[in-house]
């Protein structure tokens, strides 16, 4: 097959810190080429290099068998190598047609064509298999929905090479697989499609060949033919990582610490009922959407809420946050940049900002104390970072999580809600983090997992609740835990049939 | 994502230099030179003394409005609380009459309170009412500027009692060891600012709130309160830069104030406080004010422009103090 876009040796330094060193790769038409790595490993600063947003240190581009080299995006654009971000970059306000031609508005007499624009994206919508109506406002699409406008945007222009960055990081399996339908819809075409992501299972369904980075460095090329997910991780990592999950604790006791009967959050969730038990690891499957994120938001009082919560055989209902702080129960956010941590801020007043009051001698605040709270939180967390004064903004996102973590731990709650405790974190953090919340379990605290990746759902979770449609659809207990188990409460249908329902679905 | 994994050493923070704090400090600095070699009699110190004295009351109410500003917020009604808090004052001063410490005591409570209660009241409705603080201190700018028109009915309120006016008057005129004792009032506001800002929770709060708000509300801070607080800080800020005014002109007129709210928000920008709060600087700020009464002063002083531009150049200099700001945080 032919090359489109070969990178060879190349390398980036911010300053003198190496990100990528020597990196060479080939990207050929009609191929889906996955780029797989920890965060910190350069995927993102390769994709970055590839698609024109930076320029490499060392090292050339070629395109077409031309050495080139971009001046920014838009000249790579121009070039018909485009980028789906990560991030939800469109304008909430406007319509589905508005956002896809923002910036490269079509024209007629000066004014602007709405017709022919709501043609064109009526047009590259169908093109993609999907059925958004161009006129609805994006703002009030599903998360999924947004995701597919932002790629029809990108591919309103001519493309030879499409990049991907973490796409299904917000989409359920269903929507997952329709991606991936898409996905293999360009690469028919003879396109050629550069993946990035964390989830090795989807690369194995999705993927021709995968290149793995560890350190700014280049582990190896192969074909998917025979390379399993475990094997891509041991790459990534360069170690066994056959224990991904810790043994599950045998801390569950009979003991209900919390008991939440009927509890309703207006427009997301009505009549939830669940039992939490000590030590227990119990967990919120479900799609997104389903309302998990809203039930817990109303119990520890960020939402309004109504319904009964017995709290260690006692009535309570927290207004907020800090009420339920006092009462030992914590939550910690799914959106670690908008709601978790303050990300202008250093590293000392994110992680002391929940539990400040432990840290004030008299009327005034105790840095001394907060600065050896921090070095022990460093060392305890194992939270990596080149600069002690860094912004909480500058930390990768697994050692944000694990910030989030200690400055929540700070409280010493006994009931722990971690909401997709491992979004958007390498696979290495991850390990440590399942680690941390088994020691959670065994300290004799309670901890409640919202997730939406099954097998962590099932290789951490002592009992899983699944949600539907703002409803507590069932549980699975232990014994009985399965991707399918859940699947079908949180869906009403089989796994197998999932595919079947996106290829209809979408 | 470019993180590399070198462990944090445990040297404490290495000494470096912010420029965005700097800047307003280096700019005083270079103003003062530019001074001196505009005029000679710029750099005397009695010319000095004058200037930092006329600072004082933007001075004491943009450490409020540093609050208020880094913790999100906005305060448009400061010149117009001023104008009321006034009024109102002196009103008062009238009223009660007898000459005596005790009256000027009690007058000055008046204001105090009277600045703290304004300021509740924009805090209770930007906070409860759910609404922005930019619409909701734009209509109690009108409303606190009605009032004390009102109050005047459309003329001057002139403190009655020359005797009172007399014992009022070292308040502003005054010095203690050669130091003007509104320059000592503005000095002891800001020290207690920064303190409160940087030394205690409500002050880290304040940050955080300002920082982002959900997530000072997911972490528990009672953002209700300190929002609330933050205006009532700037209210007693006021109050207190009115204490030092009254004794200036004794009177109070339908012009008090104006544009005050504009040279407040000024001073806290030039000072390096983000407008979109998260980061505040009351020293910054101060060092703000000082600088736009310096501007005022060598414009007088010089021939260069017209005296009556000093507006314009104080607007153009809140323009080019963003412009820095906003290109040394790119150099970060």
Not at chain 1, 134 to 144: T, Y
Not at chain 1, 284 to 312: H, K, M, N, Y
Request: one cysteine or more; glycine letters at 10%; hydrophobic letters at 50%.
């Amino acid at each position: 097959m032919a090359s489109v876009l070969r990178a060879d040796h190349i390398s980036k330094s911010f300053g003198p810190i190496e990100v990528l060193s020597g990196i060479s790769l080939d990207l050929q038409a009609g191929e889906v080429h996955a780029v797989i790595g920890e965060n910190g490993a350069g995927k993102s600063t390769l994709m970055r290099i590839l698609s024109g947003h930076l320029t490499p240190t060392k090292g050339s581009l070629h395109l077409d068998g031309q050495p080139i080299s971009f001046s920014g995006p838009v000249e790579a654009e121009g070039k018909g190598i485009v980028l789906v971000h990560q991030e939800i970059l469109l304008a909430q306000d406007l319509t589905v047609a508005q956002n896809l031609f923002l910036g490269r508005e079509l024209r007629r007499y000066g004014f602007v064509d709405d017709r022919a624009m709501r043609e064109r994206t009526r047009a590259v919508l169908d093109e993609l298999g999907v059925s958004i109506d161009p006129d609805r406002v994006v703002g009030r699409l599903s998360i999924a929905d947004r995701q597919l406008v932002q790629i029809a945007r990108a591919l309103l222009v001519p493309h030879k090479v499409v990049a991907f960055d973490e796409p299904t990081a917000v989409l359920t399996p269903i929507e997952a697989e329709s991606l991936f339908q898409i996905i293999r819809r360009l690469r028919s075409q003879g396109v050629a499609v550069l993946y990035i992501s964390h989830r090795l299972n989807e690369v194995k369904v999705v993927a021709d060949r995968v290149t793995v980075l560890r350190d700014g460095r280049l582990i190896t090329t192969r074909d998917i033919e025979g390379l399993e997910p475990l094997e891509m991780a041991r790459l990534m990592v360069g170690r066994d990582m056959s224990k991904l999950y810790p043994e599950k604790p045998a801390t569950a006791s009979d003991q209900t610490i919390l008991t939440v009967r009927d509890m309703s959050v207006p427009g997301y969730v009505e009549n939830a009922s669940f039992k939490l038990r000590r030590g227990e690891i119990l967990g919120f499957g479900g799609l997104i959407g389903a309302g998990r994120t809203e039930l817990f938001e109303g119990l520890v009082g960020l939402r309004p809420s109504q319904g009964a919560v017995t709290l260690d055989g006692t009535k309570v209902h927290f207004s907020d946050a800090r009420e339920a702080m006092a009462a030992g129960v914590v939550y910690l956010s799914e959106d670690r940049k908008g709601k978790g941590l303050l990300l202008q801020q250093n590293l000392r007043v994110n992680l002391t900002l929940a539990a400040l009051e432990k840290f004030t001698r008299g009327s005034f605040i105790d840095v001394a104390g907060e600065e050896r709270t921090l070095d022990e939180a460093i060392k305890d967390f194992d939270i990596r970072t080149r600069r002690r004064d860094l912004l909480a903004g500058q930390l990768s996102g697994g050692n944000q999580q694990k910030l989030l973590l200690a400055k929540m731990m700070l409280i010493e709650p006994r009931i722990v809600i971690i909401d997709e405790p491992t979004r958007g974190v390498d696979i290495g953090t991850k390990e440590q983090i399942y680690r941390f919340i088994a020691s959670l379990a065994e300290q004799g605290r309670s901890v409640i997992v919202i997730s939406s990746e099954m097998q962590e759902l099932i290789g951490l979770c002592h009992r899983v609740v699944v949600m539907r449609n703002g409803q507590v659809a069932g549980e699975v207990e232990q014994a009985d835990l399965s991707e399918d188990a859940i699947v079908y409460l949180a869906t009403g249908v089989h796994e197998e049939r999932a595919a079947e329902i996106a290829a209809g679905h979408v | 994502m470019t993180e590399t994994a070198l462990r944090t050493d445990a040297s404490r923070r290495k000494f470096s230099l912010d420029m965005r704090a700097l800047s307003p400090f280096l700019a005083l600095i270079v103003l003062a030179i530019a001074g001196a070699l505009i005029n000679p009699d710029f750099l005397t110190a009695s010319n000095i003394l004058n200037v930092v004295t006329r600072s004082a009351f933007i001075a004491i109410i943009a450490v409020g409005a540093t609050f208020v500003i880094s913790g999100g917020g906005l305060d448009l009604s400061v010149g117009s609380m001023a104008a009321l808090v006034a009024g109102v004052m002196i009103l008062t001063l009238n009223w009660l009459g007898a000459p005596g410490v005790s009256t000027l005591a009690l007058g000055m409570l008046v204001a105090v309170s009277l600045g703290a209660a304004c300021g509740l009241a924009n805090g209770l409705i930007v906070t409860f009412g759910r609404i922005e603080p930019f619409i909701v201190t734009l209509g109690t700018m009108g409303i606190f500027r009605s009032l004390v028109i009102w109050l005047a009915a459309g003329g001057t309120i002139t403190m009655r009692n020359s005797e009172l006016r007399e014992l009022y008057r070292p308040v502003y005129f005054g010095d203690i060891a050669g130091v003007p004792v509104p320059i000592i009032a503005f000095v002891v506001v800001a020290a207690i600012g920064a303190l409160i800002l940087y030394k205690t929770s409500f002050g880290r709060h304040v940050i955080a709130l300002g920082s982002n708000e959900d997530v000072a509300r997911y972490s528990g801070v009672p953002i209700w309160r300190v929002r609330t607080l933050t205006y009532v800080i700037q209210g007693i800020c006021v109050g207190i830069a009115i204490l030092i005014y009254v004794p200036r002109l004794g009177s109070a007129t339908p012009t008090t104030g104006l544009l005050w709210e504009l040279q407040a928000i000024t001073a806290v920008v030039i000072g390096g406080t983000a407008l979109r709060g998260g980061l505040g600087r009351v020293w910054g700020t101060v060092a703000g004010a000082i600088i736009l009464e310096l501007v005022a002063n060598i414009m007088v002083l010089s021939n260069f422009v017209s005296e009556f531009l000093v507006g314009a150049v104080q607007g153009a200099i809140i323009i080019i103090a963003m412009l820095v700001q906003r290109s040394l945080q790119r150099g970060r």
